[in-house]
């Protein structure tokens, strides 16, 4: 998809980091936004931010691990714009950082629930209506480097993250076979300053098991650190989503380092080697 102008961006996770930095840049194009999220007063002050700017913005507050919201996410954008023509799948959730072990079940439901069924329902809702509305169209799904490596401590989160990356691939063949004009890209990056370190923040009550101990806010702080430490932005990482959609390029490495990583790992699957641990 190469005319941005006018056609219409809907952005889950919309309301902080890659999200927010995608809204922006896809407002830089013109585009017309429907930004989804839980946090409704980051929502509020991403629409203030970009509606001042001059952009249209429509903002939905949605869960996206609930087929429901998701559901409803469609029909409202369809109402206010008539249309979608960039889908990006971006809502996710960090997750915690505990042995595979030790993560419990209410663990794997939050961090599945929102990294991959969100990612599910995007795709199972709104592919149809690209399809449908005929003309170019393009579907960003965020997985992470994650997805492609396998670091120790992350099971939920390298689980979700290898589950959005096949989920992408698939999609990519299937609407090859299609000769559909809709397009997809997975976004993988590494490590980005965002506010993904305190994604507990957003973590539904039912899904709490525990009480925040004084470890898990050591983690999170150190988590935070090494973001900050990151030399590519939120920015950075937008403009480069939006050249591969304009390049219908499907894998967006904005931290090239990490394919060395992914090489490793391809080699130890090919020669049969135990995992090498790389980070
Ligand atoms: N920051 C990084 O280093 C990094 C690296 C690789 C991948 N990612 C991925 O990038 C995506 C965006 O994360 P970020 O780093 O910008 O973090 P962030 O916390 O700044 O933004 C994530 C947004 O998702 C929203 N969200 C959380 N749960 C939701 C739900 N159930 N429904 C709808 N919205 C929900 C949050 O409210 C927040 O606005 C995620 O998928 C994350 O896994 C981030």
Not at 255 to 279: C, F, V
Request: proline residues 3%; glycine residues 8%.
């Amino acid at each position: 998809m190469k005319d941005f102008k006018d056609r219409v961006a809907v952005i889950t996770g919309g309301a902080s980091g890659i999200g927010l930095a995608l809204a922006r840049r896809a407002a830089d194009a013109g585009m017309r936004l429907v930004l989804a999220d839980v946090e409704e007063a980051a929502l509020a002050a991403a629409a203030a931010e970009l509606g001042a700017g001059g952009a249209q913005v429509h903002t939905v507050r949605c869960d996206v691990s609930q087929a429901e919201d998701v559901e409803r996410l469609a029909e409202q954008t369809l109402k206010a714009y008539g249309g979608v023509h960039l889908l990006c799948n971006n809502a996710g959730v960090g997750g915690v950082r505990v042995r595979a072990w030790q993560a419990s079940t209410k663990d794997w439901q939050w961090v599945l629930g929102v990294n991959v069924w969100g990612v599910i329902h995007g795709v199972r809702v709104f592919t149809p209506i690209m399809l449908g509305q005929g003309g170019e169209g393009h579907i960003v799904n965020t997985a992470s480097a994650a997805g492609f490596v396998s670091m120790a401590s992350t099971a939920p989160y390298a689980v979700s993250k290898h589950a959005v990356v096949t989920l992408s691939e698939v999609l990519y063949h299937d609407l090859q076979d299609e000769k559909a004009s809709v397009g997809v890209s997975v976004l993988c990056p590494a490590w980005v300053g965002t506010n993904i370190w305190n994604s507990q923040r957003n973590r539904p009550e039912d899904l709490r098991d525990h009480a925040d101990t004084e470890a898990e806010r050591a983690k999170r702080e150190q988590l935070r650190a090494l973001l900050e430490k990151g030399r590519v932005t939120a920015a950075d990482v937008a403009a480069m989503t939006f050249d591969a959609i304009a390049e219908d390029r499907f894998y967006v490495f904005p931290h090239p380092k990490i394919r060395k990583d992914i090489q490793t790992r391809m080699e130890d699957i090919l020669e049969l080697r135990n995992p090498t641990r790389t980070a």
